[in-house]
């Protein structure tokens, strides 16, 4: 019989190794063809993900979601860890800004709306939900549209800052990732609700970026030697697992402490592994991919392990 504070992990984690198992027996059998990893991210990166960013952002009530203190704490706890991380990938690894940026966004870029969510409910009950959206919609639009402009700085450092500001702007608005959420934002702030086949349409669709995204990893890993970058993909796992969960416990509990239960959930939201959002961007832009499949693949099955660590801190109360 499962621990009761086990329950959450067997519920929630497990299944999502097992949904990146898939992809890799499919991938091993040759079920989809050779192409099906680049098609399946192209769905998530075009059309998925997108719709779920924009019915995150067009369902939330405008007044609930401004919380300086909780956004302060939580998204400097983000850059403290993310700032040290690209550092890092600069001086021990060698690493440019375009694959610094993705080093990083490996290492706070938690799976947030796939793992988040559901342990925030199995774990605190309905109150937890909001905070874990909110965290959600931090990770998905803010964290995804600075990684996206520091990407396309990097890679185009060497035209002169008046083309490279100017493919940074073209690039901004035709990502679907940014301009989806800033829709939705928009709609949130007419007051408008939306109308009741919009968001069935949404819901449904929205609801295949994470299992689409988390089997095209299994789908990729096919034929990929995980030891390569093995050391960098420690040091990414260790950092996301480890360090980002004590960063955001400092400043959630002590520099900026928030309402418990929201300092909670951030703690939890910090243990999660690293989310398949990071590799939708990292494949879209062809930049960092074997790394960043194999800290998703390595961090989802260490954070069984991490996970533990924290209901053995902050036990389940439902």
């Known amino acids: 019989m499962v621990p009761r504070r086990m329950e959450p992990i067997f519920n929630v984690v497990l299944p999502v190794f097992g949904i990146i198992a898939a992809g890799y027996i499919a991938g091993r059998r040759g079920l989809l063809g050779d192409a099906s990893s680049e098609a399946l991210n192209r769905f998530v990166y075009w059309v998925a993900l997108p719709v779920l960013l924009f019915k995150a952002m067009a369902t939330v009530e405008i007044g609930t979601v401004v919380r300086a203190d909780f956004l302060i704490g939580f998204m400097l706890s983000l850059a403290a860890v993310w700032a040290a991380s690209m550092l890092l990938a600069k001086f021990a690894f060698g690493r440019g800004l375009a694959e610094a940026t993705m080093h990083g966004m490996n290492t706070v870029y938690g799976n947030a709306g796939y793992m988040g969510i559901p342990l925030a409910l199995a774990t605190y009950g309905a109150e937890a939900v909001f905070p874990a959206i909110f965290i959600t919609v931090i990770y998905t639009a803010?964290?995804?549209?600075?990684?996206?402009?520091?990407?396309?700085?990097?890679?185009?450092k060497a035209e002169g800052l008046g083309p490279v500001l100017r493919k940074v702007f073209?690039?901004?608005?035709?990502?679907?990732?940014?301009?989806?959420?800033?829709?939705?934002?928009?709609?949130?702030?007419?007051?408008?609700?939306?109308?009741?086949?919009?968001?069935?349409?949404c819901s449904i669709l929205g609801a295949a970026a994470g299992p689409c995204a988390l089997f095209a990893i299994g789908l990729f890993l096919v034929g990929k030697p995980l030891r390569e970058g093995l050391g960098e993909v420690t040091v990414m796992t260790v950092v996301k697992l480890a360090v980002q969960p004590l960063v955001t416990a400092l400043?959630?509990?002590?520099?900026?402490p928030v309402d418990p239960l929201w300092a909670k959930v951030a703690i939890l939201m910090a243990t999660l592994p690293t989310g398949a959002g990071s590799f939708v961007l990292s494949l879209s832009y062809g930049l960092y991919v074997q790394r960043t499949s194999s800290v998703i693949l390595i961090s989802t099955i260490a954070s069984v392990a991490t996970i533990s660590v924290f209901y053995a801190i902050f036990p389940p109360t439902v």
């Not at 400043?251 to 900026?256: H, Q």
């Open 251 to 256: 400043f959630m509990l002590w520099l900026f």
């Open 142 to 156: 803010l964290i995804v549209g600075a990684a996206i402009v520091m990407i396309e700085v990097g890679a185009g």
């Open 170 to 201: 073209l690039a901004l608005i035709r990502n679907p990732m940014l301009i989806a959420p800033v829709l939705g934002l928009l709609w949130a702030m007419s007051g408008l609700p939306l109308p009741a086949p919009a968001e069935t349409f």
